[in-house]
């Protein structure tokens, strides 16, 4: 690749920020958690206990239920590790689209098997906890800049792992990777991914201090953008927003592999690109609990059952959380939310051909909600309170007078080609 291809396919890492968030979500129970699990070694209390948002998911509650079985997710990524305790059996054949030595299994920075961990690690070893650890890992090789500094690569692998996933047996592409550049070849790539009935996650990117410019894939009208929070519901000031916002989840203050050598996990932020790995995850659980389902009823499962402050404009779309945070618990303990027709994306709604197709469009397709700031500005206010359909305040698990609220926050999520 030559340099000027270098510069105009820049990638970076999507890093969320060590600064405190903005906007809230109100919480009735503390989001501190303890184990997830029986810890084997002090390294797994370390590691595992931090995962602070398994517990405020109800994870182990699902997990009674469906672990994310029979669901594989392919990880656009640097590559995965699949001989990391935790990933022992989890990962799959994928593809190396870097053109450079080494294959998918090569991870160059660590970030790709952090991604992978958050998505399907079984927590063994001390490893990483994954939200559906039942789920296969489809590793998908590409390059951030300082790879693309150091080699020749290929200067489309982006958009050729994003058609190897599409073509792959993944139900789910998770890519925690942006560039502020728009490209034709990705455009068409990633409608191709929906044209087979892929859901396709992207981060929506931490840059907001700086331009806070739209990052693709993610902003790609066929692909899901997605924002992060940091223990207490707020957003993170660094996370981008905007039109291209579609759902937002949990990101910061998460361990992750500190480097290639994976010898230890470091605790930092994972920001928008943690936040898509664990969206990518819920879908899994869903989709394993209604394995008939097509990808646009899963989605719409999702956007459903996001959390949204209890001032939130019906009909409404946040620029900072787009339809919400991410509750799988609310569909898989509760049976709340609505797949709507099997044809029609809840993105473009419009009728996809990768699903089971009607003659016509399906009449319950409606236009797309309008984008607005007021309920991000109302939860940045802190008024952020909500109510299930059985009036109680968040989700109750079997009577549990645990709740937790999971509404009101900016959520922001990496979707360009840069690392988180």
Not at 7 to 18: E, F, M, N, P, V
Not at 304 to 325: C, Q, R
Not at 356 to 378: N, R
Request: charged share 20%; aromatic share 6%; glycine share 12%.
């Amino acid at each position: 690749m030559t340099a000027g291809m270098s510069q105009t396919w820049k990638r970076h890492a999507a890093l969320g920020s060590r600064g405190r968030l903005l906007g809230t979500v109100a919480v009735a129970a503390a989001w501190t958690v303890g184990m997830a699990g029986a810890a084997p070694s002090a390294v797994a209390m370390d590691v595992q206990s931090k995962q602070w948002y398994l517990s405020a998911m109800y994870a182990e509650e699902m997990w009674k239920i469906t672990t994310g079985e029979g669901i594989s997710v392919a990880v656009i990524d640097t590559g995965v590790n699949a001989s990391t305790p935790s990933l022992k059996g989890q990962v799959l054949k994928g593809f190396d689209a870097t053109g450079a030595e080494g294959d998918e299994y090569d991870d160059y920075s660590g970030h790709g098997t952090t991604m992978a961990e958050l998505i399907a690690g079984t927590g063994k070893g001390g490893g990483l906890r994954g939200l559906a650890p039942g789920a296969k890992i489809i590793p998908m090789r590409i390059t951030d800049t300082e790879f693309q500094n150091e080699h020749s690569v290929n200067a489309y692998d982006a958009e050729d792992a994003i058609r190897a996933a599409a073509d792959s047996d993944a139900q789910i592409i998770s890519m925690s990777f942006g560039s502020e550049f728009s490209a034709a070849k990705e455009r068409e790539a990633a409608k191709y991914a929906l044209s087979k009935g892929k859901l396709f996650f992207a981060s929506v990117g931490n840059e907001a201090e700086q331009g806070n410019k739209a990052n693709y894939p993610a902003a790609y009208p066929e692909v899901i953008g997605v924002a992060a929070t940091d223990r207490q519901g707020k957003a993170s000031e660094t996370s981008q927003h905007g039109d291209f916002v579609d759902i937002a989840a949990p990101g910061d203050d998460l361990p992750s592999w500190c480097d290639q050598k994976f010898e230890q996990y470091c605790q930092g932020n994972g920001g928008t690109s943690a936040a898509t790995a664990i969206t990518a995850a819920s879908a899994a659980l869903i989709w394993s609990a209604h394995p008939d389902w097509t990808a646009n009823q899963v989605l719409k499962v999702l956007f459903d059952t996001a959390g949204k402050s209890a001032d939130w404009e019906k009909g409404t779309v946040s620029n900072y959380l787009g339809h919400g945070i991410i509750r799988p618990a609310v569909n898989i303990l509760k049976g709340t939310g609505d797949p709507g027709p099997a044809d029609i994306s809840p993105l473009t709604q419009e009728q996809t051909s990768g699903s089971p197709a009607s003659a016509t469009p399906s009449a319950s397709a409606s236009s797309q909600p309008e984008k607005k700031e007021k309920a991000s500005d109302a939860a940045m206010a802190g008024s952020s309170t909500e109510q299930d359909d059985d009036g109680h305040l968040g989700l109750l698990v079997g009577g549990a007078a645990a709740v937790v609220l999971l509404g009101g926050g900016a959520f922001v999520y990496a979707r360009k080609r840069r690392t988180g």
